[in-house]
């Protein structure tokens, strides 16, 4: 099992931004794709983005297109979602996994967004 940490959550106004921040010891990072969840209370996880091992390719969810962005550093062992014009519908634990072969192979504990004025 992977071992992720994501940091970088908080409360931020709408309209404003956060980088989230994900990485963890002990795999072969650049042989993993990965992908932010979210999931917002009420409601079910959520794919929010995903990017290939080297960053060549990244997905996002519809809600999110235009405003957020996920990639990775290799040599940092780092992936990152930049998320701007953040909005209310956006508050959610976020979270970042790891998957490799098709099958999810480790979640991070989570870091909560919270948009509010």
């Known amino acids: 099992q992977v071992q992720l940490v994501e940091s970088g959550g908080g409360l931020v106004q709408p309209g404003g931004s956060l980088r989230l921040s994900c990485g963890g010891p002990?795999?072969?990072?650049?042989?993993?794709?990965m992908s932010w969840y979210r999931q917002a209370p009420g409601k079910e996880r959520e794919l929010v983005a995903n990017?290939?091992?080297?960053?060549?390719?990244?997905n996002y969810a519809d809600s999110v297109k235009g405003r957020f962005t996920i990639s990775r550093d290799n040599a940092k062992n780092t992936v990152y979602l930049q998320i701007n014009s953040l909005k209310p519908e956006d508050t959610a634990v976020y979270y970042c996994?790891?998957?490799?072969?098709?099958?999810?192979?480790?979640w991070g504990q989570g870091t909560q967004v919270t948009v509010s004025s």
């Open positions: 996994v790891a998957v490799q072969g098709g099958i999810i192979r480790g």
């Open positions: 002990g795999f072969i990072f650049s042989s993993y794709y």
């Open positions: 990017i290939t091992t080297r960053g060549g390719s990244t």
